[in-house]
T-cell receptor, first 114, second 115 residues
Framework: AQSVTQLGSHVSVSEGALVLLRCNYS??????LFWYVQYPNQGLQLLLK??????LVKGINGFEAEFKKSETSFHLTKPSAHMSDAAEYFC????????????FGQGTRLTINP | ETGVTQSPTHLIKTRGQQVTLRCSSQ?????VSWYQQALGQGPQFIFQ???????GRGNFPPRFSGLQFPNYSSELNVNALELDDSALYLC??????????????FGPGTRLTVL
């Protein structure tokens, strides 16, 4: 079975500061990993994904994440936070290649201080 | 290219009633997944339909049921509504089968309130 743990339900950073959102996963098979963003009263938008190959993945809006198998982590970073980055962020794993079920973490609410 | 759409956007029902939520998948997609997102939680997988057949189910009781139509749109039906069914219901479409993408595209969701 797959599971995802997001460390920190709330993260607050200043505008222009580094954003780091933590995600650890558990999977019995090589994982496919995803980060989604959710703005208030909206659905989920894919930021980036890791399937195979390069472990450093670049996504939209300047975000990137690094897959570290030895640490079972897939942390999301952005060098310089912008006010528009304020949202809820979800890490997800799809471990079973036969089905496309996603298992999500509890989410991290990112607040940007001016 | 039309994205994933869901209807209605909001719905209020009373305990014991039945509800049907609808989802139109993105053009070219043959797989629809449904998720329940309770307030302050991450989405929970309900079930998935691939080419009109159920293709996996999460830990939800049988009163949660679904359909997928030949045009790959889908319905989620919930019978005997309970207060805990109040949530945002998200539909996601993707291209399943061999060679399919791993990416699920989400709709805006239907906010269900059970009183």
């Amino acid at each position: 079975a797959q599971s995802v743990t997001q460390l920190g339900s709330h993260v607050s950073v200043s505008e222009g500061a580094l954003v780091l959102l933590r995600c650890n996963y558990s999977s019995s098979v090589p994982p496919y990993l995803f980060w989604y963003v959710q703005y208030p009263n909206q659905g989920l938008q894919l930021l980036l994904k890791y399937t195979t190959g390069a472990t450093l993945v670049k996504g939209i809006n300047g975000f990137e994440a690094e897959f570290k198998k030895s640490e079972t982590s897939f942390h999301l970073t952005k060098p310089s936070a912008h006010m528009s980055d304020a949202a809820e962020y979800f890490c997800a794993v799809r471990g079973d290649r036969g089905a496309q079920k996603l298992v999500f973490g509890q989410g991290t609410r990112l607040t940007i201080n001016p | 290219e039309t994205g994933v759409t869901q209807s209605p956007t909001h719905l209020i029902k009373t305990r014991g009633q039945q509800v049907t939520l609808r989802c139109s998948s993105q053009s070219g997609h043959n797989t629809v997944s449904w998720y329940q997102q309770a307030l302050g939680q991450g989405p929970q997988f309900i079930f998935q339909y691939y080419r009109e057949e159920e293709n996996g189910r999460g830990n939800f009781p049988p009163r949660f049921s679904g359909l997928q139509f030949p045009n790959y749109s889908s319905e989620l039906n919930v019978n005997a509504l309970e207060l805990d069914d109040s949530a945002l219901y998200l539909c996601a479409s993707s291209l399943g089968g061999s060679g399919g993408s791993n990416e699920q595209f989400f709709g805006p969701g239907t906010r269900l309130t059970v009183l």
